[in-house]
């Protein structure tokens, strides 16, 4: 008989009620998230969370996406995985630290148990940070720069060490923000191939 796939537990607090869920992967970035008040003079700070997959009863899954939907509501994701426990709160937007929208999906496993995937409505959120994801992106309808699809590495750590890529902590997950703009993206290419870090070979 194979082995059960263990799933680490998610507790969702939201004022005065508290969920549990089962996380399939949820992914979180320390530059969206938000302040949680500590015994109510203390703050601390959490990373926001971007991306959520988890199962549960069917009350639970859809209060927590009920609770995804309202801006205004205040929540609390607390995972723990391997001995280890992560804090997050909704995830906040950088530039006016107000809470975003989600979108959130639900599907009926079983009965009584649903499975609950959520994605944080941030610009640039990709979902996958692969190098095949990054290049479809960076060759798409939002970028007119000429590259390379072996360019994709370089560009990619480059970016993330200048911040021009956020990419989220996780856990099975591979989530990341593409904050680089087109004209941006142009100076990086510039620079690469002058410096000799590009080369103009397919």
């Not at 089962?22 to 998230?33: F, K, L, V």
């Not at 209060?63 to 995985?81: K, S, T």
Request: glycine share 8%.
């Amino acid at each position: 008989m194979a082995n059960e796939i263990e799933l680490p537990p998610l507790v969702v607090k939201t004022g005065k009620s508290e969920f549990r869920l089962r996380c399939h992967a949820a992914a979180w970035a320390a530059e969206y998230g938000g302040s949680v008040k500590i015994h109510r003079r203390h703050s601390r700070d959490f990373p926001g969370l971007l991306l959520l997959s988890a199962t549960g009863p069917d009350t639970a899954a859809k209060a927590v996406r009920a609770a995804l939907y309202q801006p205004d509501v205040e929540a609390e994701f607390v995972l723990d995985i391997d001995g280890t426990t992560e804090r997050m709160v909704r995830a906040h937007c950088d530039f006016n630290g107000k809470p975003v929208s989600y979108s959130a999906a639900v599907l009926k496993l079983a009965p009584g148990v649903i499975h609950l995937v959520a994605l944080a409505r941030i610009p640039g959120l990709m979902p996958n940070m692969s190098d095949d994801h990054l290049w479809a992106e960076l060759s798409g309808p939002s970028y007119t720069t000429p590259l390379l699809r072996s360019w994709t590495a370089w560009l990619k750590e480059t970016m993330a060490a200048s911040g021009g890529i956020v990419i989220a902590q996780g856990f099975a997950s591979t989530v990341g923000v593409l904050k680089t703009q087109p004209d941006e993206l142009d100076s990086l290419i510039t620079s690469g191939v002058k410096e000799g870090h590009l080369r103009m070979v397919a």
